[in-house]
Nanobody, 118 residues
Framework: VQLQASGGGLVQTGGSLRLSCAASGRAFSTSVAGWFRQAPGKEREFVTNIRWNTGVTVYADSVKGRFTISKDNAKNTVYLQMNSLKPEDTAVYYC????????????WGQGTQVTVSS
């Protein structure tokens, strides 16, 4: 399974971006799809995830109310709509999937840069 993330870019504070993560390769089977991010000099952190079958979502406190994760089962694609962006949202964003309902993620995308200018 390959994950291809796209949609990053440069945006001003308060702006919006929509990230996409498309899965390809052998038969795609996942339980959970998520987004993580890593800012310069910081560890990678969890942003949000979604359970593939139920659509149940979880968000980090720092993005609640501003970010929305969604999916398109037919396209094997997960999205991250980011609104009211802040400079502290600047990071490389990674998508990831796992087959198990919990535990480490199995597959990771290559990352897409999001830069929010003040």
């Amino acid at each position: 399974v390959q994950l291809q993330a796209s949609g990053g870019g440069l945006v001003q504070t308060g702006g919006s971006l929509r990230l996409s993560c498309a899965a390809s390769g052998r038969a795609f089977s996942t339980s959970v799809a998520g987004w993580f991010r890593q800012a310069p000099g910081k560890e990678r952190e969890f942003v949000t995830n979604i359970r593939w079958n139920t659509g149940v979502t979880v968000y980090a406190d720092s993005v609640k109310g501003r970010f929305t994760i969604s999916k398109d089962n037919a396209k094997n694609t997960v999205y991250l709509q980011m609104n009211s962006l802040k400079p502290e949202d600047t990071a490389v964003y990674y998508c990831a999937t796992r087959k198990a309902s919990s535990g480490p993620y199995d597959y990771w995308g290559q990352g897409t840069q999001v830069t929010v200018s003040s």
